[in-house]
């Protein structure tokens, strides 16, 4: 049985992943359970990796990674060198000696490598760097052969004829892309431009076969042409004359009539009109035969001479008019020039003439190309093989980074910057590293929201570019974070943005801040009553200084020098309403009055009372924040963007706060703690004022003051004065007489 590989596990985010950080762990990644893995497929963009290293990985080119695909990628990497150890390295520059020496396929990237080193000047030398590499290709690819199997005509500059034979095919059969970049010839399009002229030959030489009785083949064609660009024309005319001929009656409807002549009248007319060549090529008279000099529609009047002197002419003789059975004879001597002309080959070079055709063939071109074609195949190899040993090289460089970024996220939970994460958010005086690069916003927030976490959505610019990122705020309070607020992004570049929230999904950042979180939402809520009835007091006060204003407008002057009545000279208050006032204060203080009394005489139990009222005002939010921050996790806000994530990545709140940052003072620095534009606060003292007599007045009830006070000061001599005395006892009853 094959030995198993021992593995190493870390406990992260609430899940066991492996350490991968040797080459025999790369090597046996296949053997790993893929339910241990902390991902089973990522995006190819969107990430913070070489996506030139990910499009090799990505086999089917699809724009995802999936776990077989970087099994097999592991797997090819280890089988072409001697130790696994190497791939551990993160190195671009690949030691020749660590190649295999039994595998067909290692020996080759070998040969390729030493190549490479002569062809720079270095043979001898024992290693071979990425950028070498890709020099290569990029030098290769710009060589007229540089193995795509795609002729460029610029490459053939010293064969101008060739170069525009190219340039045709291409015009008319399309281009190949080659690995330049450029378009070309390939041999596809070679084959088929060939293949068509060598047709067009063919039917060329069959027309040499049959002239349909007329001197050269080119007067047969010209016929057979000028036939077909009046047969169905001439065949309506026949047809309508053998219709008039078996009815006398059909032949005023099958003849155009006079309101038909009445409508073209009023139009401007030119021998190309439609509506005139629509009408019949000559006038229809039962059993009548074809004019061809005089009496013809003018629309086909050209047609018409073209067909007398190429076709009637040199067959049937000089006639002015054809019958009918002169017509059919026409038809069948020239019968065969048709289905030839029918016959003509469907290609993309249209006409080609016969000459031209076989000078093609014969020019030997063809065979040209093709060598030259095959020329830059035989270089395919050698391209191939470079190809290979670039892959070896990022594999060797990216692909541990890759496993602990994908496999397991020790990158992430070790804070050294992983895969997903797009940068730093500075904004509201702390900065987020838990930012992701997001390619629709909207459709990215309705799976993120299950994550749990505090999230928002920001459009970042730079220099006419935009991109949207979302960041996790997983850490301080959030009271100052709303749509429209700016920051700065940092991406991994250290490039900065321009960002601003568009789109905040609102979730507990900690229990501390759940705990103030319904006393913060009384203050705004009574802030904003007491907002909306201030305003709605202004707005009344304002719309009756309106009215009186206008009042005192409209009032006449006579009635201004009119003595007031002596109701007038003074309101006087209404006893009632007073009297409601008053009860109503009365009412309100004895109320409190009497909750204060049964609060003080809870004495040592007031404590536990203020706990209570705490926990009945508090305790609800910091429940719910509790089994939020218990769910909180990173998976949803991956396989938003594209990753497959199979654990339960959670955001504890030691991760949280590492993710969140606030503003701290250095620890060195110097403060000067006087502000002179702090604010007063004198109702602070107030509070405080009340709260230091409230404590003295428990402290008083419960008697913890007797030990200082004097014995007239004590609770308990005073309760004694105030109480009232006992009732006194009863007389006796005085006793009867003797």
Not at 632 to 639: E, H, Q, T
């Amino acid at each position: 049985m094959q030995q198993q590989h021992e593995w190493q596990f870390f406990r992260a985010g609430g899940v066991d992943q492996v350490t991968i950080r040797t080459g025999a762990d790369i090597a046996n990644i296949g053997q790993l359970d893929q339910k241990l893995w902390v991902a089973l497929a990522c995006p190819t963009r969107g990430i913070e990796f070489d996506s030139a290293t990910l499009d090799m990985i990505d086999l089917d080119a699809d724009g995802r990674i999936r776990a077989p695909e970087l099994v097999q990628a592991c797997e090819w990497a280890v089988s072409m060198v001697q130790d696994p150890e190497v791939l551990t390295t993160g190195s671009d520059v690949l030691q020749l000696s660590s190649l295999r020496g039994d595998s067909d396929e290692a020996r080759a990237l070998l040969d390729e490598a030493r190549r490479i080193l002569a062809l720079q000047g270095r043979s001898g030398t024992d290693s071979v760097s990425l950028a070498e590499v890709q020099q290569r290709l990029t030098t290769l690819n710009s060589m007229p052969f540089n193995g795509d199997g795609i002729l460029n005509p610029v490459t053939l500059a010293d064969h101008p004829a060739l170069a525009a034979l190219v340039e045709r095919i291409m015009a008319a059969y399309g281009s190949a892309q080659g690995c330049d970049g450029q378009p070309g010839l390939g041999r596809a399009q070679l084959d088929n431009f060939f293949t068509d002229v060598q047709a067009i030959a063919d039917w060329h030489a069959r027309a040499q076969s049959n002239t349909c009785a007329l001197p050269t083949q080119e007067q047969a064609v010209a016929a057979a042409q000028a036939l077909n660009a009046v047969q169905a024309k001439v065949e309506d005319f026949f047809a309508r004359t053998r219709l008039a001929a078996f009815d006398a009656s059909a032949l005023v409807p099958l003849s155009p009539s006079v309101e038909g002549y009445a409508a073209l009248g009023k139009q401007l007319l030119s021998q190309e009109d439609a509506a005139i060549a629509a009408l019949p090529v000559a006038t229809v008279v039962a059993g009548g035969e074809l004019p061809l000099t005089q009496g013809i529609n003018p629309a086909w009047a050209e047609a018409m001479a073209t067909l007398r002197t190429t076709a009637v002419e040199p067959l049937l003789g000089p006639l002015d008019s054809l019958s009918a059975a002169q017509w059919a004879q026409l038809k069948a001597q020239l019968a065969p020039c048709q289905a030839w002309l029918a016959d003509h080959p469907a290609t993309p070079l249209g006409t080609v003439a016969q000459a031209e055709a076989q000078a093609l063939l014969d020019s030997g071109m063809q065979q040209q190309l093709q060598d030259f074609i095959q020329h830059d195949e035989d270089e395919k190899q050698h391209s191939v093989h470079a190809i290979a040993l670039e892959k070896l090289i990022r594999y060797q460089r990216d692909l541990l980074a890759l496993l602990n970024n994908f496999v397991a996220f020790s990158q992430f939970y070790n804070r050294q910057g992983a895969a997903f994460q797009a940068g730093t958010l500075f904004l509201d005086g702390r900065s987020c590293d838990l930012t992701v690069d997001v390619a629709n916003p909207a459709a990215h927030a309705t799976l993120a929201g299950m994550a749990k976490v505090f999230l928002a959505y920001c459009e970042c610019q730079r220099n006419g570019q935009k991109r949207h990122i979302v960041a996790a705020f997983t850490a301080g309070d959030v009271d100052f974070l709303f749509v429209g607020r700016n920051g700065i992004f940092y991406d991994r570049a250290g490039q900065d943005w321009d960002a601003t929230i568009t789109k905040l999904i609102e979730n507990p950042t900690s229990i501390g801040q759940a705990f103030f979180s319904p006393y913060k939402k009384f203050v705004r809520m009574v802030e904003e009553q007491v907002a909306k009835r201030a305003a709605a007091k202004d707005a009344s006060v304002t719309a009756s200084l309106d009215a009186q204003a206008s009042k005192l407008v409209d009032v006449s002057k006579s009635a201004a020098a009119a003595p007031a009545p002596a109701a007038a000279a003074g309101k006087k208050t209404d006893v009632g309403t007073v009297a409601a006032i008053g009860v109503a204060l009365g009412s309100i203080s004895t109320v409190l009055v009497g909750i204060f009394g049964k609060f003080v005489e809870l004495g040592p139990w007031i404590p536990v009372a203020l706990l209570g009222i705490i926990l009945a005002i508090s305790g609800p939010s910091m429940l719910i924040a509790w089994l939020k921050l218990r769910e909180r996790s990173l998976g949803p806000i991956l396989d938003a963007s594209g990753w497959a994530i199979n654990g339960r990545m959670k955001i504890n709140l030691q991760l949280g706060n590492s993710l969140s940052q606030a503003a701290k003072v250095p620890l060195s620095a110097k403060r000067i703690t006087h502000d002179p534009f702090a604010d007063k606060h004198t109702a602070r003292w107030v509070w405080g004022v009340v709260a230091v007599l409230m404590l003295a007045a428990l402290a008083w009830r419960c008697g913890w003051l007797d030990r200082v006070l004097p014995q007239p000061w004590q609770y308990n001599a005073v309760m004694a004065e105030v109480a009232p005395p006992p009732p006194a006892a009863p007389a006796p009853a005085p006793s009867p007489a003797p």
